[in-house]
């Protein structure tokens, strides 16, 4: 059968997480949908049931490193599945730092999805993953428009660099916010710009290089 290991620790409360988790499934064929649902509903399951985190922050967690994925980036089953892995190790490594909550948003997103991607090719040698499941990058150009209010900020806008396929839905539109992502001191821990200019145009009097804490 299925091995599923969930080691859990107790942490700060917060933002709906009342624990740290770290989480070791072993790894499987995902080929079929069901089987990764089938070890996400185990997560879901434990996560609960021992008072680590809300359903809600837990179901945030699959919608942003998962069903977001696979829905408007274009990849297969796997990559999402592991880049749930590659988060999780993220949270188990940051000492308490990361959690379920903010994970999504403090690591370099793009950065940990080609990992998923490179894991993905390797556990799964038939996979075939290029770009958009084949589609070349280049297929997909900004329309001009962003997602006011989303919960990151655009890393393309923030280093002024074109747009890329990893940050476009499938019509064009940016998935992200385009806001100044830099760090800035006056806005209590993790606290950021905000202002409507590219992090490295960013003028504010409070921005600083390293995260507060």
Same mark, same amino acid.
């Given at each position: 059968?299925?091995?599923?290991?969930?080691?859990?620790?107790?942490?700060?409360?917060?933002?709906?997480?009342?624990? =740290?988790?770290?989480?070791?499934?072993?790894?499987?064929?995902?080929?079929?949908? &069901?089987?990764?649902?089938?070890?996400?509903?185990?997560?879901?399951?434990?996560?609960?049931?021992? $008072?680590?985190?809300?359903?809600?922050?837990?179901?945030?967690?699959? +919608?942003?490193?998962?069903?977001?994925?696979?829905?408007? @980036?274009?990849?297969?089953? +796997?990559? $999402?599945?592991?880049?749930?892995?590659?988060?999780?190790?993220?949270?188990?490594? =940051?000492? $308490?730092?990361?959690?379920?909550?903010?994970?999504?948003?403090?690591? @370099?997103?793009?950065?940990?999805?080609?990992?998923?991607?490179?894991?993905? +090719?390797?556990?799964?040698? /038939?996979?075939?993953?290029?770009?958009?499941? $084949?589609? /070349?990058?280049?297929?997909?150009? &900004?329309?001009?428009?962003?997602? /006011?209010?989303?919960?990151?900020?655009?890393?393309?806008?923030?280093?002024?660099?074109? @747009?890329?396929? =990893?940050?476009?839905? =499938?019509?064009?539109?940016?998935?992200?916010? @385009?806001?100044?992502?830099?760090?800035?001191?006056?806005?209590?821990?993790?606290?950021?710009?905000?202002?409507?200019?590219?992090?490295?145009?960013?003028?504010?009097?409070?921005?600083? !290089? !390293? !995260?507060? +804490?």
């Amino acid at each position: 059968g299925i091995l599923y290991k969930v080691a859990l620790s107790s942490g700060e409360e917060g933002a709906g997480v009342r624990g =740290s988790m770290s989480a070791t499934i072993a790894r499987f064929d995902v080929s079929e949908s &069901w089987n990764c649902s089938e070890v996400m509903n185990y997560f879901y399951i434990f996560a609960y049931v021992f $008072g680590v985190a809300s359903p809600i922050v837990v179901g945030q967690f699959f +919608q942003d490193c998962f069903y977001d994925v696979i829905r408007h @980036h274009g990849y297969p089953v +796997q990559v $999402g599945y592991e880049l749930i892995v590659i988060l999780l190790n993220k949270v188990d490594e =940051s000492l $308490g730092k990361l959690n379920l909550s903010n994970v999504c948003e403090k690591v @370099h997103f793009n950065s940990a999805i080609t990992q998923a991607v490179h894991n993905a +090719q390797a556990f799964f040698p /038939k996979l075939h993953v290029s770009g958009r499941l $084949g589609v /070349k990058e280049a297929a997909v150009e &900004w329309n001009s428009r962003f997602t /006011k209010g989303a919960k990151r900020a655009c890393p393309c806008f923030n280093l002024n660099v074109a @747009h890329n396929a =990893s940050v476009l839905r =499938s019509d064009g539109t940016c998935m992200h916010d @385009h806001i100044c992502d830099k760090f800035v001191s006056n806005k209590g821990p993790g606290g950021r710009c905000g202002g409507n200019h590219a992090r490295v145009k960013c003028d504010n009097p409070a921005r600083c !290089e !390293e !995260e507060q +804490q």
